[in-house]
């Protein structure tokens, strides 16, 4: 199966910790073949994903020996030449860390001169996400930040769809608006709401009402596993088999899009 999605949304509204289950489901779905790529400067997949907290990872953009090798010129550097086509498509057998059949790949921040730079680093990850939306066959998911940075024209018309999670609370469906219009800028067609911490029907009829020009993919409600396991600093849901229901329809609409 191939299939290409970005989620974003607001920071605290559990956009992390659905990636990591619906990268998991869909990973038992699918026996494995999923890339998850965290693309959030607050790096927490891998902590989502059960992957050990001393488990060392170094994001992309840190490999600067690597950088240097494939681009031709030392990360940090400013203008000058190198190749706007490095070679990327051995990084995710290199550089990721398989979990139960997710492998999880940190993209890093630029930390000079921006996200949009025109540096070596910058240039990296977004040849690295090019390959990986345009040239694996196999479904990528994508832990966003609030917007979709890392993402460029050149992928967007293949990412099949940019889910924004969101809470009943105003300001995560105001960021909603936000994502969406950022999504639809970079040219993503197909931009979808996912309702997270819903605590009964009136929760997700203020969700619809304020976000009517939203296609809802579904609605999860408040999880005591997830609360409880945040506070343990351990994965919910261990056994991906006792997932709730709601995440599980999820999954299937998501499935669904690559048909679509």
Do not use: W
């Not at 706007?84 to 997710?102: A, L, Q, T």
């Not at 999670?165 to 639809?184: C, D, M, Y």
Request: charged share 25%; hydrophobic share 40%; net charge negative.
């Amino acid at each position: 199966m191939s299939l290409k999605i970005a989620l974003g949304g607001k920071g605290g509204v559990g956009k992390t910790t659905l990636s990591a289950l619906i990268a998991r489901v869909l990973a038992k779905k699918n026996s494995g073949n999923v890339i998850a790529i965290d693309a959030d400067p607050v790096t927490n997949l891998a902590a989502g994903l059960g992957i050990p907290e001393e488990t060392k990872i170094t994001p992309i953009s840190e490999l600067s020996s690597l950088i240097e090798e494939r681009t031709g010129a030392k990360p940090g550097t400013m203008g000058g030449f190198f190749s706007i086509n490095p070679k990327v498509d051995d990084i995710p057998e290199r550089f990721s860390y398989e979990k139960d059949g997710v492998k999880l790949l940190v993209m890093g921040t630029v930390q000079k001169g921006g996200g949009g730079c025109i540096c070596p680093e910058s240039t990296m990850l977004k040849a690295l996400m090019t390959h990986l939306v345009l040239y694996r066959d196999e479904i990528v998911l994508m832990d966003m930040e609030a917007g979709v940075e890392h993402l460029g024209r050149a992928t967007t018309g293949s990412v099949d769809a940019l889910l924004v999670v969101v809470n009943p609370g105003f300001r995560s469906q105001a960021a909603a608006h936000h994502i969406k219009k950022l999504g639809e800028d970079v040219g993503i067609s197909k931009i979808l709401v996912v309702g997270n911490r819903t605590k009964g029907p009136e929760d997700e009829k203020l969700i619809r009402e304020n976000l009517k020009d939203f296609e809802i993919l579904g609605f999860i409600p408040e999880l005591d596993e997830v609360v409880s396991s945040d506070r343990l600093g351990t994965r919910p849901f261990d056994n991906i088999d006792e997932v709730p229901q709601s995440i599980i329809e999820i999954c299937d609409n998501i499935i669904k899009l690559s048909n679509s």
